[in-house]
């Protein structure tokens, strides 16, 4: 039998709905913060990659998690995916979220609260029964201002089964039309998912007629694959986040489960929306933006994932890939690097370039970024795609930052001490910075806190590059840790002390949003 629903209409049997919570529960990651002008860029792309439902933020955890909910309702008010803002139990919660997402096309208030015996013990303090007549409450609240409400059982896959159907019947008749049991924990194993929802299909009243989901945690790795087993039991949303970040060992990966679909379908035959060739590009924009690669080896989106090493392997793809690749790289957006642009290359045809590989940018960017391809085409023989992609996420995601590189210069060679001048720009002002260091990119450092004071513990130091060659660009990952919260800043460009300056530079804007912003407590963290 067909749902009905409110933001969806009448919905096909085997339509999945694609429910991302990168820019809430993947924001919570520790070090991965991002400002209001990240998480919009990271909103534009999640469109693009085609979602269904964009989990914006937590508007109650601070005015900043508001202004952002609320800014991407703003940029979703005609059109897009459903805009959804979570809220605990409380109205102040719910009306703060139901005013975040206010201005949406689209819009869903997404309401939780634990039913798990030790969560409502020694979290909430509250017998089953006053949990019970929250969840009737704060769905009913939820349903004054929008029509699309989703509730969560906290904890679900550790949660009492005669408990949590009573709990679903009552978020049903208060009027949910999204059902949510997260693996809050990522404790479940697949045949728990096929037991649990099996189970809520056949004893709860209505439960035919609302979408059930899956929000599945990788503690023990078996996020995707537990979302699978949910899908295969009947659920027909399930929640992840870009790259699987995720508190703690984060979310089920998006882009893992899509393509699991696609490439199995044979087995799995349900349909989404998501344009796969969008999936790369889409890894790559949040790793800029959170300054977090993914592993080489991670699934789909790994530098390694489509790269053959043995030469028995090696052999059977130059015959005929099927005998080693399951699925095609350019179905996920990989393109076998090509020449795409020189020094001789015009503004109007960057600009094209720009276009054909997804991004529109304002004027202003696009000089800026226009510089600095004719900087790196002058250094480096051939420019490629990733060039590109690493020069104007640099240039785009970093525009609103307090703290700008503006020059750097260093000596340095054997039996001699290095030393780097640096220019910053600090809120418009120009500051300058000159010392000495064991080495170059420790001289630069150096320099940088004498042009800009701070105290920080530099945690790590990474170095990778983006293409081969020795002309290759550089990317460069800074870790700084500042009173036990961390973040993480990249930077590229062919000089590695260059690439290490805007890395350093990057991690310290991260740092200056996380004073600003309260974090929200641990029990709010659904
Ligand atoms: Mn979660």
Not at 180 to 194: F, Q, S
Not at 207 to 220: G, M
Not at 246 to 273: C, H, K, W
Request: hydrophobic share 40%; glycine share 8%.
């Amino acid at each position: 039998m067909a749902i009905n629903h409110p933001s969806f209409g009448k919905l096909a049997d085997n339509r999945i709905i694609m429910f991302d919570t990168t820019l809430r529960d993947g924001e919570q990651s520790p070090g991965f913060s991002m400002n209001l002008q990240e998480k919009l860029r990271m909103a534009e792309a999640l469109a693009e990659l085609g979602i269904d439902v964009m989990e914006a933020g937590f508007p109650i955890a601070s005015p900043g998690d508001f202004e952002s909910v609320l800014s991407i309702a703003q940029r979703f008010a005609k059109d897009g995916p459903v805009v959804c803002g979570l809220s605990r139990t409380a109205p102040a919660d719910i009306l703060r979220a139901a005013e975040a997402v206010k201005p949406a096309a689209r819009k869903r208030i997404h309401t939780f609260v634990s039913t798990s015996p030790l969560h409502m013990r020694v979290k909430l303090r509250l017998e089953p029964e006053q949990v019970l007549e929250l969840v009737t409450s704060s769905v009913g609240l939820a349903r004054q201002h929008t029509d699309d409400v989703e509730w969560s059982a906290e904890d679900g896959t550790r949660t009492d089964a005669d408990f949590l159907c009573r709990c679903v019947e009552a978020a049903i008749k208060a009027g949910a039309t999204t059902i949510n049991i997260p693996d809050t924990v990522g404790y479940a194993l697949p045949e728990d998912m096929t037991r649990i929802f099996t189970m809520v299909r056949e004893r709860v009243p209505g439960a035919d007629q609302v979408v059930l989901s899956a929000h599945n945690h990788n503690d023990l790795g078996l996020a995707v694959a537990n979302t699978l087993a949910a899908i295969r039991a009947g659920v027909r949303q399930i929640e992840a986040t870009i790259n699987g970040i995720g508190e703690r060992a984060g979310n089920a990966s998006i882009e893992e489960v899509v393509m699991a679909l696609r490439t199995r379908a044979d087995a799995i035959p349900v349909a989404n929306g998501i344009v796969t060739q969008n999936i790369l590009k889409t890894s790559r924009l949040l790793a800029t933006i959170t300054g977090f690669d993914v592993q080489p080896n991670k699934a789909i989106v790994g530098r390694n994932a489509f790269a053959h090493e043995s030469g028995i392997h090696q052999d059977g793809v130059l015959k005929d890939k099927s005998t080693y690749e399951i699925m095609t790289p350019e179905s996920v957006g990989w393109s076998t690097s090509s020449l795409v642009m020189g020094k001789h290359s015009g503004r109007a045809a960057f600009r094209d370039k720009l276009k054909a590989m997804g991004y529109e940018i304002g004027d202003n960017q696009l000089n800026d970024a226009f510089r600095r391809f004719k900087d790196l085409a002058d250094r480096k023989k051939v420019v490629y795609d990733e060039d590109i992609v690493a020069l104007v996420d640099d240039e785009v995601v970093r525009q609103n930052d307090r703290l700008k590189l503006v020059a750097l210069t260093v000596a340095t060679g054997m039996n001699t001490r290095p030393t780097a001048s640096i220019a910053l720009e600090v809120d418009g002002e120009r500051r300058e910075g000159v010392a000495a260091g064991d080495g170059a990119v420790d001289a630069t450092f150096n320099a940088l806190r004498q042009a800009f004071p701070h105290e920080v513990n530099l945690k790590l130091y990474a170095v990778q590059s983006v293409t081969g060659g020795t002309d290759a660009q550089a990317r460069v990952t800074v870790r700084l840790e500042e009173a036990g919260k961390l973040v993480d800043g990249q930077g590229a460009d062919t000089d590695t002390i260059v690439a290490s300056a805007r890395a350093y530079v990057h991690a310290l804007n991260k740092l200056l949003v996380k004073r600003e912003r309260t974090e929200p407590p641990a029990v709010l963290r659904a």
